[in-house]
DNA sequence: CAATTATATTTAGCAGACTAAATATATCAC
DNA sequence: GTGATATATTTAGTCTGCTAAATATAATTG
């Protein structure tokens, strides 16, 4: 009978990433930005110009959710967006300035809340867990 | 420099939760549950007639967030609500049949997630995993 | 005992996330 | 080229979650 662990480990990943997206939210509104919306401008960071088809691929969630992101982040002067000419269908979304500017001081509260998270976890246990936890992720796909 | 590393455990504990969150969601509505409401029936299961305030201490949120719950959870026949009779500012939940009822099938469906997440690690690996998340828990605290 | 302070809950408003259904545009097939 | 189908996005409505502010009641203190 391991259901006792299982269950702890089930339970325990969920109030971490719940802790971590608390404290997260938290550290982003500094930057007036909400939890979620970093990643989004993360895949800009990469490269402009994306639909947001792709954005809802890179953020795996649904056109919806990216609808109302997009419009948020806009309203705050962080992107815009331009119907695409040859397919008017497409909305591309594109960085402002002050979305650009951002991209340093978000990296910055990653590292930190990656820090924060791993503190006192050795080299070798960092490996262990980043194996097991790629095995879950291909288990719940 | 294992910053490459610490940021995949981040973003891969971010990835799972949130994938675990969906597939966990779309099973808990065949039993006409919305994630999360499992956890606040679960502490219910354990004794009736608790506060509002001791639901958000066990599901560790915000008051705004068990009204609202809780307000769902009622229009659906699940629980109701009795103020105290002696402090009128508590009100005390309990649960109906219906949702007394509902402990065995969702006890079903977390073996069933706890198993998914975890199939094909070895017991002595999910020991690994357990103690290593109670580190990043206390880290995070 | 009246005024202040503390506690429990609610309301309003916002965010991410979802589904179902609507809209707009493109493409494909006849 | 017109009609059916496919694709991209939006709208409406739901949920969990949050903060700030309002409300109601209780306890404390002068």
Redesign the pocket.
Known sequence: MTDAVDCDIRQSLDRIS?QMR?NY??SL?ELNL????D??LYRLWLGDGV??????EH???????????????E??GFIY?KR?E????????FLTDKGKELETPVEIKWRQQQEKLLKSISKKDRLILKQLMQQMESNIL
């Open positions: 719940s608390r939210s938290e509104r909400y939890v979620g919306q990643n989004l639909t947001q088809m792709q954005l809802c953020l795996k969630c649904e056109p919806p959710t990216v609808t109302n992101m997009v419009k948020s982040l309203q705050n967006r695409d040859k397919d008017a269908r497409i909305m591309r979304i």
